[in-house]
């Protein structure tokens, strides 16, 4: 024995572990969302979910907004997640509290947004007894979810919430409900970190077969008509630097869909703009002219493609998702590659960089410079003396500049907020896609707000949309969530419209708002006075009626950080989308502007 060692028996021992705390279910939950990082949570109280909001009261680590509708916490959720890219959560107690989240649900699963919903539920021994505010909101949420839980034992809460963050962030992102019964927030368990999460079955893929790559690569570079379709995927994914590579390594045009405005920035010669029912001129027709389409993080929706059977006749399809049950469900691809966008494309950009080869692109790009030069992005200015409600969104994005978050509500001004703005970043672009929730937009920029506090935060909404949640201005006011609001108000439910002028002959049924349309001789009705609401709400109001005055009004929003901002835009009820494909044709016949006599067949 050397003079350093030390017997056994004298040797310190090591310290016994520690016991596990015991805590409440409701303790668990906190203590979980702490673990998992989350900071920031919207919610509503209620009975059942009571316990919890007496452990969240005393918590200097979770951050909690009182929202004033449950709705409003769904989007608020969303939009929290969509322009940070961090997981967003929602709370509400059971019943209607729950089901008054199902639409930002709805929202969030068709748009692909990872939040988290924890709902309170009855007791476990009173449910299937129809007791007081008792809903299966498991059930209710099972297909717009990608998962749903019900949790009645507190031990099972670390587990079943780190598994739900895990569902939520990984493979195709989305919603995933957790719903606590009131006794599993009452009861005790230890509090036992990390939990072991099993998911059998659930197995994203995120690496892609290096032979279907290899394939998708020929296709590239023997096409002569190539087009990078781009869809939400690939912001989802974080692959906006490698989407750049692969465009400055090809020389292909893209088109950048409703959900991806952004990943490409707009001032990118290679990017043509939005495809679909009312997406740019070239963009449409590069689609429907192409030989090969590389789709990517894109699903081939329906106002993308119109009249499926008409779509891209020509084009050959590398359809890459991570979803493989997106692959094939419309359009049938040539090349299928389930994985992660970030990773095909880097493996793809490999591939070619090791085959040296490239496309003749020349006679293709001669094409759709002159397809930019004839079809402009544009508009008619109006002639009844009323604002441009385009013009009016175009200068809030040259005034507020790239690194602003545009968040857009339902209708008209979605697809000129989508069109006039230009988009140099992902995230920054902010809309409700796929269910097309009008209602979406206030919440939303309420959540990204708080997500991103130094970056200026618009929402650009109508004026039907604005009165469905615009109650979250209080919310705003109070918890010093500084948004500014554009409403751009033509007094109507102004989509709904077009198509009434367009399809209907002019029948207008139900859809004038009489929210302050100005004619020859002033504001005729203002119901309500989106001013004086302003106002009531402690928000700071502003009406604008001329143009001289709408760089003032937007300047001033800008500059005014200590309350949030209405500014009533009253723009005319005339102005329509364009350009424009109709539901049921084909994209050829896509309409620059509105024709005399329109050939768009029937529907």
Not at 400 to 420: C, L, R
Not at 422 to 443: C, D, I, K, Q
Not at 587 to 597: D, F, G, L, T
Request: glycine share 10%; aromatic share 6%.
């Amino acid at each position: 024995m050397t003079a350093d060692a030390v017997p056994t028996a004298l040797a310190p021992r090591p310290p016994a572990p520690a016991d596990p705390p015991i805590l409440t279910g409701s303790g668990q939950i906190l203590a979980t969302l702490e673990k998992l990082g989350v900071t920031d949570v919207f919610g509503l109280p209620g009975g059942a979910i009571m316990p919890f909001y007496d452990e969240l009261m005393a918590s200097t680590a979770v951050r909690h907004i009182l929202v004033r509708h449950e709705q409003g916490a769904g989007h608020a959720a969303e939009g929290y997640a969509t322009a940070s890219g961090r997981v967003g959560v929602a709370i509400a107690t059971s019943g209607p509290g729950a089901t008054n989240l199902v639409t930002a649900i709805a929202d969030a699963y068709m748009d692909s947004v990872p939040i988290i919903v924890i709902t309170g539920q009855v007791f476990s021994t009173v449910m299937g007894t129809d007791a007081f505010q008792e809903v299966d909101i498991v059930g209710i949420t099972m297909p717009i979810t990608k998962h749903s839980f019900l949790v009645t034992d507190p031990a099972e809460v670390p587990a079943t919430l780190a598994a739900a963050y895990q569902i939520a962030t990984s493979g195709r992102p989305g919603p995933v409900l957790v719903d606590v019964t009131k006794d599993a927030q009452q009861n005790s368990a230890p509090f036992l970190w990390p939990p072991k999460v099993e998911l059998p079955g659930y197995r994203p893929v995120t690496k892609a077969h290096g032979k279907q790559i290899r394939a998708a690569a020929e296709l590239l570079v023997g096409a002569r008509k190539p087009v990078l379709y781009v869809g939400g995927g690939v912001i989802k994914a974080g692959a906006s630097p490698e989407l750049l590579e692969l465009v400055e390594l090809t020389g292909a045009p893209v088109v950048t869909t409703l959900m991806a405005r952004g990943a490409l920035p707009d001032s990118h010669r290679a990017n043509l703009g939005m495809p679909g029912m009312h997406g740019t001129v070239p963009a449409v027709l590069a689609l429907q002219e192409s030989d090969l389409i590389i789709s990517l993080g894109a699903r081939f929706d329906d106002p993308v493609t119109g009249k499926v059977s008409e779509f891209a006749p020509g084009a050959k399809v590398v359809h890459v998702d991570i979803d493989p049950a997106e692959i094939g469900k419309i359009r049938a691809a040539d090349v299928p590659i389930v994985g992660d966008a970030k990773d095909v494309i880097r493996d793809l950009i490999g591939v070619l960089r090791e085959s040296g080869a490239s496309a003749d692109l020349g006679a293709w790009w001669e094409r759709i410079e002159q397809l930019r030069a004839d079809f402009p992005l544009g508009y008619t200015e109006p002639d009844d003396g009323l604002l441009s409600p385009q013009a009016v969104i175009a200068r809030i994005g040259e005034l507020s500049g790239p690194e602003a978050v545009y968040v857009a509500g339902v209708g008209q001004h979605q697809m000129w907020s989508a069109q006039f703005i230009g988009y140099e970043r992902p995230r920054a672009w902010l809309n409700s896609g796929g269910a097309g929730t009008m209602g979406y937009a206030v919440p939303a920029a309420m959540g990204a707000k708080v997500a991103e506090p130094d970056r200026t935060v618009w929402a650009i909404d109508g004026d039907g949309c604005f009165q469905m949640t615009n109650q979250e201005l209080a919310t705003c006011t109070i918890n010093d969530i500084p948004i500014k609001v554009a409403i751009i108000n033509n007094s109507s439910l102004g989509m709904v419209r077009q198509w009434q002028t367009l399809f209907y002959d002019g029948r207008h049924s139900f859809t004038d708002l009489n929210t302050g349309h100005l004619g020859a001789e002033g504001v005729s009705r203002m119901i309500p006075d989106f001013v004086k609401l302003a106002e009531a709400y402690g928000a700071l109001g502003i009406r604008v009626t001329k143009p001289e005055e709408v760089d003032a009004a937007i300047q001033l929003a800008i500059e005014t950080n200590d309350r949030p901002v209405v500014i009533d835009f009253v723009v005319s009820r005339d102005a329509m989308v364009w350009p424009m494909v109709p539901q049921g044709v084909g994209n050829s016949q896509v309409q620059y502007a509105r024709a005399a006599a329109p050939t768009w067949g029937e529907e």
